[in-house]
């Protein structure tokens, strides 16, 4: 199955929430970001995606039906037991608070040894620690945003803000 090679990664602002997958799938159907079932994990976009996220420029090229081996847009759902940290071709170094040198690890600095917290490092939206998270594949960094009733919605049914990240999985 094709894998898009760049994402809009949405997850909670807090490490250690694992998603209720059956309670968030649902969430998304109802608000039709998401509609039939492609893969274990993978859903075709809903009739209401693109009133979900903010489209940037004048002409976004997204395609939203399913392709055999060619660029489409897909949302995945994902949770695991414990905090992965996700990161790709894009990520940008982000500095430790204490020494001021380059980090490349969410938890510990390896100039001055500081344990980090993974929360207060920015990456700029180019990597983030989560024990689950929705992915959409095909989206370019910065081409779409999740909007704040979409992303309100996410807050109160699960009791948690969510924040988006761009994952690119190519060199440039």
């Known amino acids: 199955m094709w894998q898009a090679e ?5 997850y909670p602002n807090k490490i250690d929430y694992k998603i209720d997958s059956e309670r968030l799938l ?23 995606f693109v009133s979900l996220l903010t489209f940037m420029g004048c002409s976004p ?11 489409y847009c897909y949302i995945e759902i994902e949770s695991h037991n414990k905090p992965q940290f996700i990161s790709g071709s894009n990520l940008k170094k982000a500095r430790c608070p204490h020494c001021k040198k380059e980090i ?9 040894q ?3 917290n ?13 024990q689950s998270w929705i992915a959409i594949g095909n ?7 999740p909007n704040d009733q979409f992303l309100n919605t996410l807050e109160k049914h699960t009791g948690v803000k969510w ?8 060199k440039d």
């Open 6 to 10: 760049f994402k809009l990664y949405l």
């Open 26 to 48: 649902a969430l998304l159907k109802k608000e039709e970001l998401i509609s039939k079932k492609l893969s274990d994990k993978r859903y075709a976009t809903g009739d209401k």
């Open 61 to 71: 090229d997204i395609e939203l039906e399913p392709q055999k081996d060619k660029p």
């Open 163 to 170: 924040k988006p990240a761009y994952i690119r999985y190519i």
């Open 104 to 112: 490349s690890e969410p938890t510990l600095c390896s100039n001055c």
């Open 139 to 145: 989206i370019y960094e910065l081409e779409a945003i």
């Open 114 to 116: 500081a344990e980090l």
């Open 118 to 130: 993974p929360l207060s490092i920015n990456w700029r939206k180019t990597a983030f620690l989560a």
